[in-house]
């Protein structure tokens, strides 16, 4: 077995005290400019690596974050997890990534053992937690970001999209091309994004003089399989429908393939819409209309602002609310 290159064999190499590599190792004062190059330079000939576990014991920090998302086989978070791994890397962390699968019992485990490894920080996408247990179970970590959820603390940060603004731009879309029977494929009850493009839903018939019909809402999970599930139910029960707005993308395509068991026209005799701007939603046939949203951005920024906040929380420690942009394609043209 090879013999592991320790800060001792440094040391004795360069001749100086173990003191003095672990101020070097740890970007400690104190040390000449000759001696700190004669250091480095046998640390990189030695290929000295430091003790996570010893830095760890030294900085009171373990270089990893916890990213928790609900759905990891969503194309719409793999690309937020991309985001938050880039700036990670860059600044030399490691991201545990965790699955909740849309349970919340699961996501308070998930959020107590990345307390448990100590973490330096969690980022938390779209929370199923109610108020009360996400506050409980944040206050074991330092810090923390949320992704689609707001805090209503300063002590939280925040990256948030305007889920309101993005269902009044799909719905007074679909307004604006004649449709008056809207339905809404809401997404799950605890989602707070679902109910904030709900509320935008509602403005926007409210605004052009329709009666809001809450039995034209429908709750449903934000996988394709309960999006046709849900799409033949609501079709089924108010065939007056001609439009239909869905909660994300993988609902819609959902709603594409309820149509086609249905034989019901897209969009000559059902418009659909969707959310996220994913892939896939260019890829089907007929191509998606959608509400972009910042995947990757919402991703790195919030990894950016968790970052600020373990370092000291300095000027660039601010949270971002971004804008959705409608993109039109062949499902509601």
């Given at each position: 077995?090879s ?11 360069a ?18 400019i000759?001696t ?14 430091p ?9 009171d ?17 793999s690309?937020v ?30 959020l107590?053992?990345?307390s448990d490894?100590?973490v330096d ?6 929370s ?8 409980s179970a ?5 810090h923390?970001?949320?992704?689609n ?21 799909a719905t ?5 091309s004649?449709?008056r ?10 989602s707070?994004s679902?109910?904030q493009?709900g ?16 039995e034209?809402?429908q ?6 399989e309960?999006?046709?599930?849900k ?5 089924s029960?108010?065939?007056e429908?001609?439009a ?7 609902v819609?395509?959902?709603a594409?393939?309820?149509?086609q068991?249905l ?6 005799e059902l418009?659909?819409i969707?959310f996220?701007d994913?892939p896939l ?9 959608t509400?972009?949203?910042?995947k ?7 990894m ?14 601010t ?5 959705p ?9």
């Amino acid at each position: 077995m090879s013999h592991r290159i320790t800060m001792a064999d440094v040391a004795r190499e360069a001749e100086v005290s173990v003191m003095t590599v672990s101020r070097v190792v740890n970007g400690k004062d104190g040390i000449s400019i000759t001696t700190r190059q004669r250091v480095q330079e046998i640390i990189d000939r030695l290929g000295y690596r430091p003790s996570t576990l010893a830095r760890s014991l030294v900085t009171d920090r373990t270089g990893t974050v916890g990213l928790v998302v609900i759905d990891n086989s969503n194309p719409y978070f793999s690309e937020v997890a991309r985001g938050v791994e880039h700036v990670a890397y860059a600044e030399g962390y490691n991201v545990f990534l965790c699955n909740t699968e849309e349970d919340p019992q699961r996501e308070l485990r998930i959020l107590q053992s990345l307390s448990d490894k100590h973490v330096d920080g969690v980022i938390l996408c779209s929370s199923r937690l109610d108020d009360a247990d996400l506050h409980s179970a944040l206050a074991a970590h330092s810090h923390a970001v949320l992704v689609n959820r707001p805090s209503g603390t300063t002590e939280i940060g925040e990256m948030l999209l305007d889920d309101a603004y993005g269902g009044y731009l799909a719905t007074k879309h679909l307004i604006a091309s004649g449709h008056r029977a809207i339905g809404y494929l809401a997404g799950p009850t605890q989602s707070f994004s679902g109910a904030q493009r709900g509320t935008g839903y509602r403005q926007a018939l409210t605004e052009a003089g329709i009666p809001l019909r809450p039995e034209w809402e429908q709750a449903c999970l934000p996988v394709v399989e309960n999006g046709t599930e849900k799409t033949l139910e609501l079709l089924s029960d108010h065939p007056e429908l001609s439009a239909l707005f869905c909660y994300n993308d993988l609902v819609a395509v959902g709603a594409l393939k309820a149509c086609q068991q249905l034989g019901r026209r897209i969009p000559d005799e059902l418009a659909i819409i969707g959310f996220d701007d994913i892939p896939l939603s260019a890829l089907v046939n007929p191509s998606l209309t959608t509400c972009w949203s910042p995947k990757y951005e919402l991703g790195s920024q919030a990894m950016e602002l968790l970052l600020a906040r373990i370092n000291g929380c300095t000027d660039d420690c601010t949270n971002v609310i971004f804008q959705p942009e409608l993109v039109i394609r062949e499902s509601a043209p």
